[in-house]
C-alpha cells in the first residue's frame, strides 16, 4: 500500500510562494509608480522654503515683466501687441485714443498667463527649494541658474501650448503658414509676440533670482532652515 496522508509542509509552502510573489509584484507596482508620484508631488505638495518667493516671482511676471514690454516697443515706435487692446473699446469715433487707464485691464490679464506659466515652470523644476535661491557655504550659482532654466524651458513650453490653444480658438481649427495672408500675418504676429514675452519674462525673472540668491550669502538672507 502506498502511504496517502497528505504531506502538511506543501500547503505552507506553496502560500509562502504566492505571497512571496504578490509582495514583489507590488513592490514592483510601487516602483513604477514612483516617478510619477515624485513628479506629481511637487505641483500638489511642493517645497517652499520662501514663502515670500511665489508672491515676488508672481508679481514681476506679471506686472513689470509686461510692463517693460510695452515701454520698449512704444520708445522704439514699434506695433503694440495684441493683447493690449482695450477690454471695453469705444467704436463710436472712427479714430480714437484709448481712456486712460484703458490698457491696465489687458496688460494684467496677460500678465496673468505668464504669471501662471512661470509658477507650473518653478514647481516643475523645484525653484521654491532652499537649494535654487542659495549660495552660501561655497554652494555658488550652479544650481541657482540651473533651476532657473528649467523651470523657463517648463514655461516655455506651456506658453507655445497655450499660443497653439489660443490661435485653434480663433480660427476654429488648425492652421499653418501658406494658407492665405491672413494666416501668415496673424502667426506672424503671434510668433513675434512669444518671442518678446519669453524674452522679456526671461531678463525680469532670471535677474530677481539671481539677485535674489545673491542675499544669501549674508546671514539676514538665508532661508529659515539653512544647513551649512
Given amino acids: 500500500r502506498q502511504n496517502l496522508t497528505p504531506n502538511p509542509s506543501i500547503r505552507p509552502t506553496v502560500a509562502t510562494t504566492r ?13 513604477d509608480n514612483a516617478p510619477q508620484n515624485v513628479v506629481l508631488g511637487r505641483f500638489l505638495s511642493p517645497k517652499i522654503d520662501d514663502a515670500g518667493l511665489p508672491i515676488a516671482d508672481t ?3 506679471q506686472v513689470v515683466a509686461p510692463t517693460l514690454q510695452v515701454f520698449w516697443l512704444s520708445l522704439n515706435r514699434s506695433p503694440l501687441p495684441s493683447w493690449l487692446a482695450p477690454v471695453f473699446q469705444d467704436t463710436s469715433m472712427l479714430y480714437s485714443s484709448p ?24 514647481l516643475a523644476a523645484q ?21 532657473i532654466v528649467q523651470a523657463g524651458a517648463f514655461a516655455t513650453g506651456v506658453l507655445i501650448l497655450s499660443t497653439q490653444i489660443d490661435l485653434f480658438l480663433e480660427f476654429g481649427r488648425y492652421v499653418q503658414p501658406g494658407e492665405s495672408k491672413d494666416i ?30 545673491s542675499l544669501t550669502g549674508d546671514a539676514s538672507g538665508r532661508p529659515p532652515n539653512y544647513e551649512p
Fill in 19 to 31: 505571497l512571496h510573489q504578490s509582495s514583489n509584484n507590488n513592490d514592483e507596482g510601487e516602483e
Fill in 59 to 61: 508679481l514681476l511676471a
Fill in 99 to 122: 481712456a486712460q487707464g484703458s490698457l491696465l485691464a489687458p496688460a494684467l490679464i496677460h500678465g496673468a498667463g505668464l504669471a501662471v506659466c512661470w509658477t507650473m515652470g518653478a
Fill in 127 to 147: 525653484a521654491y527649494d532652499s537649494d535654487a535661491f542659495n549660495i552660501s557655504g561655497g554652494r555658488g550659482y550652479k544650481t541657482v541658474i540651473t533651476r
Fill in 184 to 213: 501668415d500675418l496673424r502667426l506672424l504676429r503671434a510668433i513675434v509676440e512669444l518671442i518678446n514675452d519669453i524674452v522679456f519674462e526671461a531678463v525680469v525673472l532670471s535677474s530677481w533670482r539671481i539677485y535674489r540668491a
